[in-house]
């Protein structure tokens, strides 16, 4: 399981547009490297992230080899209800993680 | 010696010259073509075709988005980059989708991200990777179907392509 960190505010107003962060342990090895013997270093990247509010998806990436290892993702939502906020990495060789995070909406 | 046979001693000057110019020509061009694999070339049809995939060829105009990357990096292993788009994000008018693309990179995509109304402020902060000293371009779609976008140079002094194998 890979080490993922959030930063979700624990308590927002209704309406308010809070920030969310998300970091992720990930090698995003880019298919692009040789070893030092020429063989190719095959691809093992995080391809999508999804992010889901009660069940509602709100934001949802792409990756492509491109993005740094440790792939760190920032956006921003509106709090309407106190629930879950789901985040759910995929990528090669079947890679999965999930966090969840809680928010309480006054 | 020399005042009785100037025309051998030109003679041997201009073949010499000659052959100088010869081997100097052959090596020319093996000095001005670095070996292929230390050489990042842009890629503008690759570009091109990833672009038209994302935008199903409608016209893009330039505005409306803030692409921001230092302008001089000295790792390409992480860049990083905020990308803010001038929309009031409301049900009416809100950023449908943003990709970021590069030019020089083994693959012109780095990053596509869906969003809706809901997302009250469209802003995306990542960290890219950056093969070469290249222009990164970002593009967003807005919900009444027209594409915008904003480009920023990026100097690159050590490329993420070029690191220690393991």
Do not use: R, Y
């Given at each position: 399981m890979a080490r993922a960190l959030i930063n979700v505010p624990a308590k927002a107003k209704r309406g308010e547009v809070i920030a969310i962060k998300t970091l992720v342990s990930h090698v995003?090895?880019?298919?692009f490297r040789h070893t030092n013997l020429g063989a190719v270093i095959p691809r093992d990247i995080i391809d999508t992230f999804v992010c889901t509010y009660n069940g509602e998806e709100i934001f949802r990436a792409q990756l492509a080899p491109a993005i740094a290892a440790n792939p760190f993702i920032a956006f921003h939502t509106v709090a309407t209800d106190s629930g879950k906020l789901e985040f759910k990495w995929t990528g090669d060789n079947g890679f999965t993680a999930t966090e969840i995070a809680t928010i309480t909406v006054e | 010696m020399r005042e009785s046979s100037p025309t051998t001693q030109t003679t041997r000057r201009r073949v010499l010259a000659g052959a100088g110019a010869l081997v100097g020509g052959a090596a020319l061009p093996a000095v001005l073509t670095p070996p292929a694999a230390a050489q990042i070339q842009a890629n503008p049809a690759a570009l091109a075709m990833a672009i038209r995939k994302a935008t199903g060829g409608a016209e893009v105009k330039t505005g409306k988005v803030k692409l921001e990357v230092?302008?001089?990096?000295?790792?390409?292993n992480s860049v990083p980059m905020i990308i803010t788009v001038d929309s009031p994000m409301t049900q009416e008018s809100y950023v449908k989708a943003i990709h970021v693309f590069t030019e020089?990179?083994?693959?012109?995509?780095v990053i596509s991200v869906q969003l809706g109304p809901r997302a009250g402020k469209a802003l995306l902060q990542t960290r890219i990777r950056l093969a070469d000293t290249q222009t990164i371009s970002a593009i967003a779609e807005l919900s009444d179907g027209t594409f915008w976008s904003d480009s920023a140079d990026v100097v690159i002094t050590l490329g993420a392509c070029l690191e220690d194998n393991p």
């Open positions: 995003m090895e880019s298919g | 230092p302008p001089l990096s000295e790792n390409g020089k990179n083994p693959q012109p995509n």
